[in-house]
């Protein structure tokens, strides 16, 4: 064949296919519209997989009531409870109509369970880390739970799944089925009475806690804010949306710990910016105690500098004043502690190295109170003697202010001086109906975080029921 000529059929050929080509690009290629839709159809499953937030505002304060509480919607029709929100546990549990001892709340604001129980074979039963009654001998046998506080409360009951109604910040709306505790037997032997909230919101690491459960199912991602406000009001949310670009201080958790809790350390205790000569304490951050508890010498530490800074001020100390065990009163009642903050310093724990460490600075509105007979109080107690051991807590009094960041993805914990009167992306919820009974709580810690601590199991209560 002439070389021109195949030259000449190799173009023709060339010409073919790429027509080919082009038809079959243009029959399957998607009109507009369904382009749109299909990139429609993927952010919403990107939003999905990445997660948004949900948001909650936060009633409650240190004093005289003694919590923080969120209202939330569970169940199909929703009902709603309020929770005390509790950073030191991971089980969420509400008081549940089966029917219940020892609860607070009437019959018709309890949780009624409708054949709705997990078996104790159930991934999540056997992740509780929490004391079990009995072992699983039949794997349809309801899961059955027994958690003790560290404040000596306690709430027997069984697992159960439900949907939990919540809008998200980006607008959408779902209807997870998350597993919580319906509890039918609840104690409080403590000096205090029971708190009149409906349950506890577990906000800890382990698996069965909300955030875990909602990272879980491509909601959220692990993250959990909190904003507590000093007059009462402040925010909750779980997702990382609200957590700032910039100007936040981060601090490791420790990762050596066999504990669920927020724990941090070691860190240095200063008093006006100056070393008290406290070293390498554990810290735990835990919005389930009103107050803060340092260690026997923390706490000793702290008291003698306040008082060595209180020598010829115009307070004195008061043991007429049961509020607290360490109290001051001025030359006539006081009203608010603007009166008297400028007699105190700031304290502080640096985190980290020396001079470089990360510093988590608790100011006098932040660990004193007022109280109702007109003194001024130490918010800041001594740990040991409730049997904290060597355990620093972090308790709600030094959250006021700061918006706390709790970050499972980066096993790290953040703060920065917020107004957490300010309520972001909130509509549409309700007003609280609690009483403003004081119920100050010690701590909302399951007992298991300290070691040589007895079993949470109580000799009195009821034997398990079947729900």
């Known amino acids: ?52 937030s949900v948001v909650f505002p936060v009633s409650g304060n240190v004093y005289p009531l003694g919590y923080y509480y969120v209202l939330l919607n569970i169940g199909n029709p929703p009902k709603l409870f309020d929770l005390d929100i509790d950073t030191g546990s991971d089980l969420t549990w509400v008081q549940c109509d089966a029917p219940c001892n020892g609860c607070t709340k009437p019959r018709a604001k309890q949780y009624k369970p409708n054949h709705n129980t997990l078996p104790c074979s159930h991934l999540l039963c056997s992740g509780l880390d929490l004391t079990q009654n009995r072992p699983c001998d039949d794997p349809e046998d309801q899961c059955d739970y027994e958690i003790g506080y560290s404040d000596h409360a306690s709430s027997i009951g069984a697992l159960v799944t439900d949907e939990f109604p919540l809008k998200l910040a980006n607008g959408s709306i779902m209807n997870p089925h998350l597993t919580f505790g319906c509890g039918y037997d609840q104690q409080n032997p403590g000096p205090h009475p029971p708190p009149p909230t409906a349950g506890i919101l577990g906000l800890g690491r382990g698996k069965v806690g909300i955030s875990t459960q909602l990272k879980s199912l491509g909601i959220t991602k692990n993250v959990i804010v909190h904003c507590l406000s000093h007059t ?9 949306e609200l957590v700032p670009s910039s100007g936040v201080t981060w601090t490791s958790l420790a990762t050596n710990s066999a504990s669920k809790n927020y724990m941090t350390g070691p860190a240095e205790l200063l008093f006006n910016d100056k070393t008290t000569g406290v070293k390498g304490i554990n810290v735990v951050f835990d919005s389930g105690s009103s107050y803060t508890y340092f260690n026997a010498e923390a706490y000793q530490a702290i008291l003698d500098l ?38 105190f310093k700031t304290i502080t724990l640096r985190f980290g190295y020396q001079k470089n460490g990360q510093l988590f600075q608790v100011p006098p509105e932040s660990y004193l109170i007022i109280t109702e007979k007109g003194n001024v109080c130490l918010g800041i ?26 970050d499972n993805e980066k096993q790290r914990i953040g703060w920065i001086s917020s107004d957490c009167d300010k309520i972001p992306n909130v509509n549409d919820y309700y007003e609280g109906d609690l009483s403003e009974e004081a119920y100050p709580r010690g701590f ?15 000799k009195n209560l009821v034997s398990d029921g079947e729900l």
């Open 1 to 52: 064949m002439n070389p021109k000529q195949e030259a000449r059929n190799l173009h023709f050929f060339f010409l073919v296919f790429v027509f080919y080509v082009f038809l079959l690009c243009a029959r399957f290629q998607p009109s507009d519209a369904t382009t749109k839709d299909s990139s429609a159809q993927q952010v919403k499953l990107q939003n999905r997989r990445l997660g948004s």
């Open 232 to 240: 009462g009001k402040g925010f909750l949310s779980i997702g990382d």
């Open 306 to 343: 306040i008082r060595k800074d209180l020598n010829g001020k115009p307070l004195t100390d008061t043991k007429d004043d049961k509020s607290l065990p360490v109290c001051w009163k001025g030359k006539k009642p006081l009203k608010s502690l603007d009166e008297v903050k400028k007699y």
């Open 381 to 406: 107690l001594n740990g040991t003697e409730v049997g904290l051991d060597s355990y620093n807590i972090v308790g709600d009094i030094s959250f006021q202010g700061i918006m706390v960041i709790y």
């Open 444 to 458: 909302g810690l399951i007992k298991e975080l300290f070691s040589g601590s007895e079993s949470s199991k109580n």
